[in-house]
């Protein structure tokens, strides 16, 4: 079975500083994706990243960035120079083929003005 | 693409009432999931299609709850009778049937079974 585990329910930032949220995540398969999601308060998912599982090379998207660590098992996510909107509830995934996604429990991010 | 549209945006209904959540998926897209999210459990998958045809509904609690996709552009998810432990945001999501495509999600449905 697949577990994801997201062991910060609450972090805390201040603006313009970085800020790092942990993942981590249980599976015998060799090929998946992972993904982190950002929902703020209006309430819609947002994709902010994916890594591929076969990919050495951590994703980046502008000031999001993952620290990868495939036999620790272990999916960080990276937010640089954080701002106001980046406050939201933060979802780690993990998926195997076509399938569905499996979901943490979430990081709920207040970033301080 | 207007996106996965949802509807309605808020239900609020009374115990033992019908309960119907639409769902529209992106066009072009051949998977579509539906979610339950609640403070307790989180989002758990209740059901999802691969081109029309349920492919997992270990998700669904129970009876009550049935889902339905008649074709490439419309689900609905149905709950008969409600009960408030229905209480929940009730998301569609869709993507193309590929490994580790991305799930685009619709705003969610807000029901609350009084």
């Known amino acids: 079975a697949q577990t994801v585990t997201q062991s910060q329910p609450e972090m805390s930032v201040q603006e313009a500083e970085t800020v790092t949220l942990s993942c981590t995540y249980d599976t015998s398969e060799s090929d998946y994706y992972l993904f982190w999601y950002k929902q703020p308060p209006s309430r819609q998912m947002i994709l902010v990243i994916r890594?591929?599982?076969?990919?050495?090379q951590n994703a980046t998207e502008n000031r999001f960035s993952v620290n990868f660590q495939k036999a620790a098992k272990s999916f960080s996510l990276k937010i640089s120079d954080s701002q106001l909107g980046d406050a939201a509830m933060y979802f780690c995934a993990f998926q195997t083929g076509a399938n569905n996604l499996f979901f943490g429990t979430g990081t709920r991010l207040t970033v301080i003005p | 693409d207007a996106g996965v549209i949802q509807s309605p945006r808020h239900e609020v209904t009374e115990m033992g009432q019908e309960v119907t959540l639409r769902c529209k998926p992106i066009?072009?897209?051949?998977?579509l999931f539906w979610y339950r999210q609640t403070m307790m459990r989180g989002l758990e998958l209740l059901i999802y299609?691969?081109?029309?045809?349920?492919?997992?509904d270990s998700g669904m609690p129970e009876d009550r709850f049935s889902a339905k996709m008649p074709n490439a552009s419309f689900s609905t998810l149905k709950i008969q009778p409600s009960e408030p432990r229905d209480s929940a945001v009730y998301f569609c999501a869709s993507s193309l049937l590929e490994d580790g495509e991305k799930l685009f999600f619709g705003s969610g449905t807000q029901l609350s079974v009084l």
């Open positions: 299609f691969n081109n029309n045809v349920p492919i997992d």
């Open positions: 890594q591929e599982a076969y990919k050495q």
């Open positions: 066009s072009g897209h051949n998977s």
